[in-house]
């Protein structure tokens, strides 16, 4: 008997799209135990490159290790210290802040009237209530706090993913038919993506130290809280970058008043434009961006899926299976569909980058 070939197309798709629906529901049904491990495997891939470094210098692979390692520790220490007390203070300023902000909608309402421009306060306030912003900030940085509860268990998987890379080549060689072809396409695909997330982490870092500096000049309160955010919501462009501002420059114009909240505002969109716009795509040149579609899709799946740490880490996830896929003749028509407008102008210098 002959098979209908559109039947066996038909056939294939509903097969990949029922396990596609599988897998999606059992990572949603284990985020508990699978968001630490990628929060460890994104840790290790931003700390790969140091400790290469360092064995290049001459350090044994333990002592390599054990310098990185006490650096993650450092830091992770450093921001717990200094994100604890502003997240406490600001959980306790919150109800005031959110009052504040209703009394404001509630001024912007009753000028809207006088203009002629009839609006309900009460539709106004359910529909537009900034104060719902902020709690929702300070939600998201909470829910990002509690996965550092695991923070053992991350440092131990970072140090045995540490460990492991080194010796993953050789095993490939053995376990695979055909494994030069195979590691190359692998070494293309961790090369690609410890060049964006090393380029991606300084520019987040350069982010929100600006953020943070700015507003503490401008006296914003909780401004470490809010430079913290910045540097988190940096790794999701175009849409980061606006939800790192409105809870800042809300405040702002809680605490401080319109003038201030302009000033937050100006600073937010100077730093974003400088390193968006301009120092990204010229450091990192083509092949290694993803269309602004995609990035607002992998945003709403990767937080469906996996909550806040799904949300930090969607861009790296969708890069690093952009990456995967261009690596494969047979799927690099995929990668091409997922990246950035092919119109947009590379910056010179760049067309071999990547």
Same mark, same amino acid.
């Given at each position: 008997?002959?098979? /209908?070939?559109?039947?066996?197309?038909?056939?294939?798709?509903? $097969? %990949? *799209? =029922?396990?596609? @629906? !599988?897998? +999606?529901?059992?990572?949603?049904?284990?985020?508990?135990?699978?968001?630490?491990?990628?929060?460890?495997?994104?840790?290790?891939?931003?700390?790969?490159?140091?400790?290469?470094?360092?064995?290049?210098?001459?350090?044994? /692979?333990?002592?390599?290790?054990?310098?990185?390692?006490?650096? $993650? %520790? *450092? =830091?992770?220490? @450093? !921001?717990? +210290?200094?994100?604890?007390?502003?997240?406490?203070?600001?959980?306790?300023?919150?109800?005031?802040?959110?009052?504040?902000?209703?009394?404001?909608?509630?001024?912007?309402?009753?000028?809207?009237?006088?203009?002629?421009?009839?609006?309900?306060?009460?539709?106004?306030?359910?529909?537009?209530?900034?104060?719902?912003?902020?709690?929702?900030?300070?939600?998201?940085?909470?829910?990002?706090?509690?996965?550092?509860?695991?923070?053992?268990?991350?440092?131990?998987?970072?140090?045995?993913?540490?460990?492991?890379?080194?010796?993953?080549?050789?095993?490939?060689?053995?376990?695979?038919?055909?494994?030069?072809?195979?590691?190359?396409?692998?070494?293309?695909?961790?090369?690609?993506?410890?060049?964006?997330?090393?380029?991606?982490?300084?520019?987040?870092?350069?982010?929100?130290?600006?953020?943070?500096?700015?507003?503490?000049?401008?006296?914003?309160?909780?401004?470490?809280?809010?430079?913290?955010?910045?540097?988190?919501?940096?790794?999701?462009?175009?849409?980061?970058?606006?939800?790192?501002?409105?809870?800042?420059?809300?405040?702002?114009?809680?605490?401080?008043?319109?003038?201030?909240?302009?000033?937050?505002?100006?600073?937010?969109?100077?730093?974003?434009?400088?390193?968006?716009?301009?120092?990204?795509?010229?450091?990192?040149?083509?092949?290694?961006?993803?269309?602004?579609?995609?990035?607002?899709?992998?945003?709403?799946?990767?937080?469906?899926?996996?909550?806040?740490?799904?949300?930090?880490?969607?861009?790296?996830?969708?890069?690093?299976?952009?990456?995967?896929?261009?690596?494969?003749?047979?799927?690099?028509?995929?990668?091409?569909?997922?990246?950035?407008?092919?119109?947009?102008?590379?910056?010179?210098?760049?067309?071999?980058?990547?």
């Amino acid at each position: 008997m002959g098979t /209908d070939p559109e039947l066996s197309s038909a056939a294939r798709f509903l $097969l %990949v *799209a =029922a396990a596609f @629906v !599988v897998v +999606v529901a059992g990572m949603q049904a284990a985020a508990s135990l699978i968001a630490p491990f990628l929060l460890s495997v994104f840790l290790a891939v931003i700390a790969a490159p140091p400790m290469r470094a360092l064995c290049r210098r001459g350090l044994p /692979d333990w002592a390599a290790l054990l310098v990185v390692v006490l650096g $993650l %520790v *450092a =830091a992770g220490m @450093v !921001v717990a +210290v200094l994100v604890a007390g502003s997240l406490d203070g600001f959980k306790a300023s919150l109800p005031e802040y959110q009052a504040r902000l209703s009394g404001l909608t509630s001024q912007l309402a009753a000028w809207l009237n006088r203009l002629g421009v009839h609006v309900p306060e009460q539709a106004l306030l359910t529909y537009l209530d900034p104060g719902k912003t902020l709690g929702m900030a300070g939600d998201l940085i909470s829910s990002l706090s509690g996965v550092l509860a695991n923070a053992l268990l991350i440092l131990l998987t970072v140090i045995f993913i540490l460990f492991e890379a080194s010796s993953l080549p050789a095993k490939l060689r053995l376990a695979l038919r055909s494994p030069e072809e195979s590691i190359a396409r692998l070494e293309h695909m961790l090369d690609s993506v410890n060049r964006y997330m090393g380029i991606k982490t300084l520019t987040s870092l350069a982010t929100g130290l600006t953020v943070w500096v700015w507003l503490e000049l401008l006296g914003v309160d909780f401004a470490v809280l809010w430079g913290l955010t910045a540097l988190l919501l940096n790794y999701v462009p175009t849409i980061g970058s606006i939800l790192a501002a409105i809870p800042a420059v809300l405040l702002a114009l809680v605490q401080l008043g319109p003038n201030s909240a302009l000033l937050a505002a100006a600073g937010f969109l100077v730093v974003n434009t400088v390193v968006g716009n301009v120092v990204e795509p010229k450091v990192m040149g083509r092949g290694l961006g993803l269309s602004t579609l995609v990035v607002f899709i992998s945003l709403v799946f990767w937080g469906w899926v996996l909550g806040a740490v799904g949300m930090f880490l969607s861009v790296p996830l969708t890069m690093a299976l952009k990456i995967a896929l261009d690596a494969n003749p047979e799927t690099r028509q995929i990668a091409i569909l997922l990246g950035p407008d092919l119109r947009q102008r590379r910056p010179r210098g760049t067309e071999s980058a990547g």
